[in-house]
């Protein structure tokens, strides 16, 4: 049997792995390996991260610990092409090589654009860009809140401009605006400028302006992280993006309300120029005043108008004031006429309501009626009986016509003398007045017709008084003849 023993040195296997991972870690300290990112499937739940990097030929296994995923601006995603900056190492317990990565950038800014593509199509389907939930921005905004970083030349320029154009009160919230952390200081400053009350110790901002300086694909790939286009889009208070230049577009600029080329043109949307403003006003008040003036102008030409085509107030009324004079004459010939109709018929009517003729009347009446009843008895005393049957129900009948007859012209008359009464001058005495007589017996109606000395007699109600007149008008005018009261059958004068 042939020895087999050789003085060549024997390694355990550990010896073997340490030996390697030495080599390898020595010859590779210091990779860049660019492949496909494969077997994604996020941080484990120690928070490290496992994947694989591939190419058409060949495989490597990838490791991120944990303190630097968290720090990683661009975080894996399965299927995306990336340039992976780390150390070879082994792992001894399955025999295998790995790189442990420490930075991770896409392959060529063609990747970037394409992850950002599919970022924003995937936000987009979510409704996050709707044209329809952007909001106005507020016309003069008494506080606005800028989000940006408080060294920069960005915050700066916007103070500068928003002095220039219409100062107003501006809260800073300093943040990261490229890093690692620039996506999560950017969406909590955001929702904690929404988280303020209007009545708070620090005013609620009326507008938000997050506003970042140029900068390639890399530095701005903060504001395309997720949870800052998510919290853009969630914000309650309107929103200016003004991230870089005019030629970069971030994803923060799809969700917010405005997007400003620069951070000076995001203060140039914020507020107006305030003189532009004092001369928009005092322009609308001067064509306001001057509206009004030419309105109250025409207003004054109407009225000057439909004044001269209107009658005058006197011409109005003449014709009325003619029909009141002429009514007026007809009213005082028609009472006269009517007292003169009223004496007429009150003279023809006396002597028939007269006492005396009343009596007479009564007195033949009553003879007469009493002839006739001699003569119904008389005709009822023939021996016709047929006769007397037809004369005793008229006999009855006639007696309550009779009274009724009667009792009507009674009460006739007693109207008449009511009304003889009323219109008799003793009537007018009863009450308290005193009719003067002059010597000639002839009644007084004037004062003028008596001089001192003269005799006159006071007719009262129940008889009259003689009188001297103690004090009377210096000129005593003319007497004229008057005729003498009429007397009435009864003895009483006529007013009339």
Same mark, same amino acid.
Not at 102 to 108: S, Y
């Given at each position: 049997?042939?020895?087999?023993?050789?003085?060549?040195?024997?390694?355990?296997?550990?010896?073997?792995?340490?030996?390697?991972?030495?080599?390898?870690?020595?010859?590779?300290?210091? @990779? $860049? *390996?660019? /492949?496909?990112?494969? &077997?994604?499937?996020?941080?484990? %739940?120690?928070?490290?991260?496992?994947?694989?990097?591939?190419?058409?030929?060949?495989?490597?296994?990838?490791?991120?610990?944990?303190?630097?995923?968290?720090?990683?601006?661009?975080?894996?995603?399965?299927?995306?092409?990336?340039?992976?900056?780390?150390?070879?190492?082994?792992?001894?317990?399955?025999?295998?090589?790995?790189?442990?990565?420490?930075?991770?950038?896409?392959?060529?800014?063609?990747?970037?654009?394409?992850?950002?593509?599919?970022?924003?199509?995937?936000?987009?389907?979510?409704?996050?860009?709707?044209?329809?939930?952007?909001?106005?921005?507020?016309?003069?905004?008494?506080?606005?809140?800028?989000?940006?970083?408080?060294?920069?030349?960005?915050?700066?320029?916007?103070?500068?401009?928003?002095?220039?154009?219409?100062?107003?009160?501006?809260?800073?919230?300093? @943040? $990261? *605006?490229? /890093?690692?952390?620039? &996506?999560?200081?950017?969406?909590? %400053?955001?929702?904690?400028?929404?988280?303020?009350?209007?009545?708070?110790?620090?005013?609620?901002?009326?507008?938000?302006?997050?506003?970042?300086?140029?900068?390639?694909?890399?530095?701005?790939?903060?504001?395309?992280?997720?949870?800052?286009?998510?919290?853009?889009?969630?914000?309650?208070?309107?929103?200016?993006?003004?991230?870089?230049?005019?030629?970069?577009?971030?994803?923060?600029?799809?969700?917010?309300?405005?997007?400003?080329?620069?951070?000076?043109?995001?203060?140039?949307?914020?507020?107006?120029?305030?003189?532009?403003?004092?001369?928009?006003?005092?322009?609308?008040?001067?064509?306001?005043?001057?509206?009004?003036?030419?309105?109250?102008?025409?207003?004054?030409?109407?009225?000057?108008?439909?004044?001269?085509?209107?009658?005058?107030?006197?011409?109005?009324?003449?014709?009325?004031?003619?029909?009141?004079?002429?009514?007026?004459?007809?009213?005082?010939?028609?009472?006269?006429?009517?007292?003169?109709?009223?004496?007429?018929?009150?003279?023809?009517?006396?002597?028939?309501?007269?006492?005396?003729?009343?009596?007479?009347?009564?007195?033949?009446?009553?003879?007469?009626?009493?002839?006739?009843?001699?003569?119904?008895?008389?005709?009822?005393?023939?021996?016709?009986?047929?006769?007397?049957?037809?004369?005793?129900?008229?006999?009855?009948?006639?007696?309550?016509?009779?009274?009724?007859?009667?009792?009507?012209?009674?009460?006739?008359?007693?109207?008449?003398?009511?009304?003889?009464?009323?219109?008799?001058?003793?009537?007018?005495?009863?009450?308290?007045?005193?009719?003067?007589?002059?010597?000639?017996?002839?009644?007084?109606?004037?004062?003028?017709?008596?001089?001192?000395?003269?005799?006159?007699?006071?007719?009262?109600?129940?008889?009259?008084?003689?009188?001297?007149?103690?004090?009377?008008?210096?000129?005593?005018?003319?007497?004229?003849?008057?005729?003498?009261?009429?007397?009435?059958?009864?003895?009483?004068?006529?007013?009339?």
């Amino acid at each position: 049997m042939e020895d087999t023993k050789t003085n060549a040195h024997e390694f355990t296997v550990t010896e073997i792995s340490q030996s390697v991972k030495k080599t390898v870690e020595d010859k590779f300290g210091h @990779v $860049r *390996v660019r /492949g496909e990112i494969s &077997g994604y499937r996020g941080p484990h %739940a120690s928070g490290h991260a496992y994947f694989a990097l591939k190419d058409e030929k060949a495989k490597i296994d990838a490791v991120i610990w944990r303190g630097v995923f968290s720090k990683l601006a661009i975080k894996p995603e399965e299927g995306m092409e990336v340039i992976a900056t780390g150390k070879l190492t082994t792992f001894p317990g399955s025999s295998k090589y790995q790189i442990v990565i420490e930075h991770v950038e896409p392959a060529g800014a063609g990747a970037l654009m394409a992850l950002l593509e599919q970022r924003r199509k995937q936000l987009a389907a979510e409704g996050l860009f709707d044209a329809d939930r952007k909001r106005e921005l507020p016309y003069l905004p008494q506080t606005i809140g800028v989000i940006t970083s408080p060294t920069g030349a960005v915050i700066r320029d916007i103070l500068h401009r928003l002095d220039d154009r219409f100062p107003t009160h501006v809260i800073v919230w300093p @943040v $990261r *605006v490229q /890093g690692d952390t620039c &996506g999560a200081e950017v969406s909590r %400053a955001i929702e904690g400028f929404n988280a303020m009350t209007p009545d708070g110790p620090i005013k609620r901002p009326d507008l938000l302006i997050v506003a970042r300086g140029g900068g390639s694909i890399e530095d701005l790939w903060g504001f395309n992280d997720e949870v800052v286009v998510r919290a853009a889009a969630a914000s309650q208070i309107p929103l200016i993006s003004a991230v870089g230049h005019e030629t970069d577009i971030t994803l923060i600029d799809y969700a917010s309300d405005k997007r400003a080329p620069t951070p000076t043109g995001a203060a140039e949307m914020a507020v107006p120029v305030k003189a532009e403003l004092v001369n928009y006003v005092e322009d609308l008040g001067s064509r306001t005043r001057n509206a009004q003036l030419r309105t109250l102008s025409n207003f004054k030409d109407r009225m000057r108008a439909i004044a001269a085509s209107m009658p005058k107030a006197q011409e109005l009324t003449a014709t009325a004031r003619q029909r009141q004079d002429m009514a007026t004459l007809r009213l005082g010939n028609a009472l006269t006429q009517f007292v003169q109709q009223k004496r007429a018929q009150l003279g023809a009517l006396a002597p028939r309501v007269s006492a005396n003729a009343i009596e007479q009347r009564h007195k033949n009446l009553h003879e007469r009626l009493g002839t006739l009843g001699a003569r119904l008895d008389q005709g009822l005393k023939q021996p016709t009986s047929r006769a007397r049957l037809q004369l005793d129900p008229m006999t009855k009948a006639m007696a309550p016509a009779f009274q009724r007859l009667i009792d009507k012209r009674k009460a006739v008359l007693e109207s008449h003398a009511k009304l003889l009464n009323s219109l008799s001058y003793k009537g007018v005495l009863s009450r308290g007045y005193a009719l003067v007589l002059d010597a000639d017996g002839q009644v007084a109606r004037s004062a003028t017709a008596f001089a001192k000395g003269d005799g006159v007699t006071l007719r009262l109600h129940d008889g009259d008084v003689a009188a001297i007149i103690a004090d009377a008008p210096p000129t005593k005018t003319k007497k004229t003849a008057k005729p003498s009261p009429k007397k009435t059958d009864n003895g009483q004068e006529s007013l009339f």
